[in-house]
């Protein structure tokens, strides 16, 4: 799952310091376009994961904000704070917020064994490089993108210039109150050309 911007941006969606490398400054973007419906949605989601996947950088941001919020009837916090939890990183020494494993070396194929693990979903949140890397590897089965309706401008993307090619199927799309669009697409492999003939 990603917030993006409608131009792309996937930087610092949750807060004005979340993320401010390369002299970021529009942290927080996405948290006004939040609303009951788009919480409820993301309880779905994350009902469906029997754990997380993360890159560094968002592993620490959640591991910062999450576990305090410990309520067992909040059915997202409960679960992100209780299943397993992998880090993809070959800096990070320590993962504390547990149950938490880091992946080093290849990460590519420690994912692609953890997928072939029995069970339901192996979530990503955020981790928007990491998702890219998988991405081009083809072992992201499904994209659940959220778009606020705003413009940045500047901000670390998504699918920046250079990207692998990757087909995708969209299998739901919706809006929230709120304005967010939510777009759920599955990955069919590499993208299909043609000419269109009138």
Known sequence: MEFLSLDGVAQGPGSPD???????????????HLDEAFLQRSATWIEQADAFLFGRR????????????????D???SRLNGLP???????????SWAPSTIL??????????????????????????LGQSLLAAGLLDE????????????????FPPGGAP??????????????????????????SYGTYEP
């Not at 968002?58 to 009837?73: K, L």
């Not at 994209?143 to 998504?158: D, T």
């Open 18 to 32: 979340e993320d401010t490398s390369d002299g970021f400054a529009q942290g927080g973007w996405f948290v006004p």
């Open 58 to 73: 968002t592993y620490e941001n959640f591991a910062r904000d999450w576990p305090p919020m410990n309520d067992p009837a």
């Open 75 to 77: 059915p997202i916090a």
């Open 85 to 95: 939890k992998y880090v993809a990183s070959n800096s990070l020494a320590e993962a």
């Open 104 to 129: 080093s070396g290849d990460v590519l194929t420690q994912v692609a064994e953890l997928k072939r693990q029995p069970g339901r979903e192996l979530q990503i949140h955020g981790s928007a490089q």
């Open 143 to 158: 994209l659940r993108l959220v778009i606020a309706p705003v413009i940045l401008g500047s901000g670390r993307q998504l």
């Open 166 to 191: 990757a087909g995708l199927r969209l299998v739901q799309n919706d809006t929230t109150p709120a304005g967010l669009t939510i777009h759920v697409y599955e990955w069919v492999g590499a993208p």
